[in-house]
């Protein structure tokens, strides 16, 4: 959600931190490989590839593998924190 992205970003940037967005999944793929940042913070749900795919891809990139992944969603039913883990 453009609004929610927007709050996370200014919090995180007024602590002095370097903040890349991606708004769907290979754009975060692009960013991550590029970057290389300290950590991802993911959403589930995305435009595109979801968040879980995204991970998976994330950690099967020998580049990418060791960031570690945040997820960030509303998701909260059991199979979908299964899945966040799995990934």
Known sequence: MPDNLSMLHDALDEFG????????????????????PDIILLDALMPGMDGFEVARRLKADSATAAIPILFMTGLTETEHVVAAFAA
């Open 17 to 36: 931190y370097t903040v890349l967005v991606a708004v769907n999944g290979e754009q975060a793929l692009q960013r991550a490989a590029q970057a290389r």
